[in-house]
């Protein structure tokens, strides 16, 4: 498979359009997509939208819970879903914190994408909105010659990028917006976050990514100490996700 090969979803003659759903990315690991995607979650819920939240593909340590992920359990709970709709929230996980390929390789165990779609169909078919959450940056390669960016595409979803207000974010938030350009996924939107209203720089960064970028940063939200699942709500106020349904 080269990069960029398209796995196809439809099929049986299904196709998604870009209007139920997006897809939280990052410039990097540990930006805070979980926490943003919950947050996103809650405040299309709180104003009557029928929205869930979905991690298709997980790494890192196998816990004795109904949910491996604890970031797929945060994204659960704001998510309201029947207790058989569980499995379709994470449908793959894999033992080990590292990249998904890189994972499969070490355990033995084949990411299976398929999976992926067809858990995605279901949570489609039922809801009205769907946030679904990537893992790490959009080129973390899921197979050999498939990354993200790829699964992005072929969920055919906008991408909405998070990116950590701190030294370093324009060069990366621009990397990951010119990815995304290349591959033919649309940018709807950036999040800022954790931003230290301190510091000159921080509070600069958005404005000068919006400009550069010309894609609109539709949050900027405020640093929080020891920010957690408690902050969720908090989180939503500082994010135009009205933007999104435009």
């Not at 010659?145 to 991408?159: G, K, S, T």
Request: hydrophobic residues 45%.
């Amino acid at each position: 498979m080269d990069i960029g090969t398209s796995i196809s979803i439809d099929d049986d003659g299904w196709s998604n359009g870009s209007g139920g759903g997006v897809f939280v990315t990052g410039t990097d690991t540990g930006v805070g997509k979980t926490l943003v995607t919950a947050a996103i979650v809650h405040a299309l819920r709180s104003d009557g939208i029928d929205a869930v939240g979905m991690k298709p593909i997980a790494t890192g340590i196998d816990r004795d819970a109904v949910f491996k992920s604890t970031d797929a359990e945060i994204i659960a709970k704001y998510s309201c879903l029947s207790t058989e709709e569980h499995e379709l929230v994470n449908p793959v996980f894999l033992a080990l914190e590292a990249a998904p390929y890189m994972a499969s390789i070490v355990l033995k165990q084949d990411v299976d994408i398929e999976r992926v779609f067809k858990a995605y169909k279901r949570l489609k078919e039922r809801h009205e909105f769907i946030v679904v959450e990537g893992i790490g940056g959009v080129m973390v390669p899921i197979k050999k010659d498939y990354y993200v960016l790829d699964l992005i595409r072929d969920l055919e979803l906008p991408a909405l990028i998070v990116a950590r207000a701190r030294l370093g974010t324009i060069n990366h938030t621009l990397l990951t917006v010119e990815a995304c350009k290349r591959r033919g996924v649309e940018v709807i939107g950036i999040i800022m976050n954790m931003i230290d209203h301190s510091s000159i720089v921080e509070v600069n960064a958005g404005s000068i990514i919006q400009e550069l970028s010309r894609v609109p940063v539709i949050g900027s939200i405020p640093y929080i100490k020891e920010m957690g699942v408690d902050d969720i709500p908090y989180i939503a106020k500082y994010i135009r996700y009205d933007l999104m349904l435009t």
